[in-house]
C-alpha cells in the first residue's frame, strides 16, 4: 500500500503530525503497536493528572476545612480509569475521521520507503518516527519485582507503604499523589540532587513539605538487592539502609524505542540519546524524520515538545526551503503537591549572567493563594536589568502550572511593567494578581 507519509507511533507526537499533514491534503497512514495515544495519553500525563485532581482536591479542601474524610483510592482509580478510556477512544476516532489510515502492530523496515506490519507491506515517500520511550531498566538481585510509573498509575489497589526509586519530575508527582491518599513513601535517590533543573531553594521547600506529611528520602542510597517476603512485601537493601515496603516503582529514566525497528536497513544511525536528527528532525536518511522521544532532539523529553515538533513537521514537510525549528519560550511543571514551575531562562542559568536580576517575591500574600491557605507559594522572577522585562521565573504553589503559563506569555511577547499595566484582567484572579510582581520591585 502506498502513501505520501507514514508515521511509526501513535503517541501525541505522532498523532499531531498525522493530523496536522491529513488537514493539508495528504494521504497518512500510523502505526501504533500497544495503544492509540501512546504513553502520555494512556501510562503518563493523562492519568497521572486524573490521579492528582482527586490529590488536590482533598489536599486544599484539608488546608481549609477541618476533618476532612479521607480519599479512597478505588475511587481514585475510577475515574482515572474512565478518562483514560475515554481520551484513548477519542484520539484514535479523530485519526480515523481525520481519514488518516490506523494500522495496529510493530512496524520493521524493508528497505529505505518500506515497513512490514503483520505480514502485510506500506510504502511512503516520506516516513516519520516516533516510537516514543520506554522505562530505564536497574539491574541488581530482586529487580524483577520493581515496577514502573504506569503500574502505579493504573492500580487499583495501592499498598499501605511503597518506595519510589529516583527523584525526578515522576517521582515528586507520585509521591504528591500516593501521601494524599494515606499512603507513606520512601523515596530512593543515588545522589543528594532531586529535581536537579529546578530553583534548589524551592526544591527544598517541597522536600520539607512532604517531609512533613510522612515522606522519608534516602538520598546518596543506592538499591543493592530487593527480597520478596512471605507476606508479599518486600525488604530493600540499599548500600546504607534496609528497610520493608509493600511495593517498589522505578521511575529512574526512560530509554528511547530504536530497535527491533531494523534502522540499518533504511540507512538510519542511532546514537545513545536516539535516533539521530538535524535541527529539521530529518535522520540520516533525507526522506526518514524523527520526533519526540525516540530522537536526539536537543529539547526535553515532554510531551509539549512532542506536539510543537509535530505540527513543526506537518507545516513543512515538502517546504522548498527548510529552517531550523524555533522553539518557544519553554515551560515546564513538576505536578507535586504544591506544584513547582519554570518557564524561560533559569534561576541557575541567570546566576551567572551579570545582565539578569534573580528577585524572589513572597506571594502567598496575593488574593489567588492567600484564599486557597497557599501558605508556602513563592516566586522567583529572573529581570534583563536594562530592558526591565522578565525573561525567567520559578514558582512553587497550588497553582504553579497556570501561573507559568501566564508567564510564558509575557516572556514571549516582551511584556514590560507599562505594557503589563494598559491591560485589564478580570478581578479578583489570578491573571490580575501578575500586577504585583512590578509592585513588589
Not at 502506498?2 to 498523532?15: M, P, R, S
Amino acid at each position: 500500500m502506498q502513501y505520501d507519509v507514514l508515521i511509526v507511533g501513535g503517541g501525541v507526537g505522532g498523532g499531531s503530525t498525522a493530523l496536522n499533514l491529513a488537514a493539508r491534503g495528504f494521504k497518512v497512514a500510523i502505526v501504533e503497536e500497544r495503544d492509540w495515544g501512546g504513553t502520555t495519553i494512556n501510562r503518563g500525563s493523562t492519568p497521572k493528572r486524573a490521579l492528582l485532581a482527586s490529590a488536590e482536591t482533598h489536599f486544599r479542601m484539608a488546608q481549609l476545612v477541618e476533618n476532612v474524610a479521607p480519599l479512597s483510592w478505588s475511587e481514585m482509580a475510577n475515574h482515572s480509569a474512565k478518562i483514560v478510556l475515554a481520551a484513548n477512544q477519542r484520539y484514535g476516532n479523530n485519526l480515523v475521521k481525520a481519514g488518516i489510515t490506523t494500522i495496529e502492530g510493530h512496524a520493521t523496515f524493508v528497505n529505505s520507503n518500506t515497513i512490514l506490519v503483520h505480514g502485510q507491506k506500506y510504502q511512503a515517500k516520506r516516513i516519520i518516527l516516533a516510537t516514543g520511550a520506554r522505562p530505564r531498566e536497574l539491574e541488581f538481585s530482586g529487580s524483577q519485582y520493581m515496577e514502573h510509573s504506569a503500574s502505579f498509575l493504573k492500580t487499583s489497589n495501592l499498598p499501605d507503604n511503597i518506595t519510589i526509586v529516583g527523584a525526578g519530575i515522576i517521582a515528586f508527582a507520585l509521591t504528591s499523589i500516593a501521601t494524599e491518599a494515606g499512603t507513606k513513601v520512601t523515596i530512593v535517590q543515588h545522589n543528594q540532587r532531586a529535581l536537579g533543573i529546578l530553583d534548589q531553594g524551592l526544591v527544598q521547600i517541597l522536600i520539607k513539605r512532604l517531609e512533613n506529611a510522612g515522606v522519608v528520602f534516602k538520598f546518596d542510597n543506592t538499591i543493592q538487592k530487593i527480597t520478596e517476603l512471605s507476606n508479599g512485601s518486600y525488604q530493600v537493601t540499599t548500600n546504607q539502609s534496609q528497610f520493608k515496603t509493600g511495593a517498589v516503582y522505578c521511575v529512574a529514566g526512560r530509554i528511547p524505542n530504536t530497535e527491533d525497528l531494523n534502522l540499518s536497513v533504511a540507512g538510519v544511525k542511532v546514537g545513545l540519546k536516539g535516533i539521530k536528527v538535524d535541527k529539521n528532525l530529518r535522520t540520516s536518511n533525507p526522506q526518514i524524520f524523527a520526533l519526540g522521544d525516540c530522537c536526539d532532539a536537543s529539547v526535553p523529553k515532554l510531551s509539549n515538545y512532542a506536539i510543537y515538533q509535530g505540527k513543526c513537521l506537518g507545516n513543512s514537510l515538502e517546504k522548498p526551503v527548510q529552517f531550523p525549528i524555533k522553539y518557544p519560550t519553554p515551560a515546564l511543571t513538576v505536578f507535586s503537591i504544591p506544584k513547582l514551575g519554570q518557564v524561560g531562562i533559569s534561576t541557575q542559568q541567570a546566576s551567572n549572567k551579570p545582565e539578569l536580576e534573580i528577585k524572589t517575591i513572597d506571594i502567598k500574600n496575593w488574593q489567588t493563594y492567600a484564599r486557597n491557605g497557599d501558605d508556602l507559594a513563592e516566586l522567583k522572577i529572573v529581570f534583563n536589568k536594562g530592558s526591565q522585562q522578565i525573561v525567567g521565573a520559578e514558582v512553587l504553589s497550588q497553582d504553579a502550572d497556570q501561573l507559568v503559563d501566564y508567564l510564558s506569555l509575557l516572556i514571549q511577547q516582551h511584556v514590560t511593567a507599562n505594557d503589563l499595566q494598559q491591560q485589564l484582567f478580570a478581578y479578583p484572579s489570578q491573571a490580575s494578581d501578575l500586577y504585583g510582581i512590578w509592585q513588589s520591585r
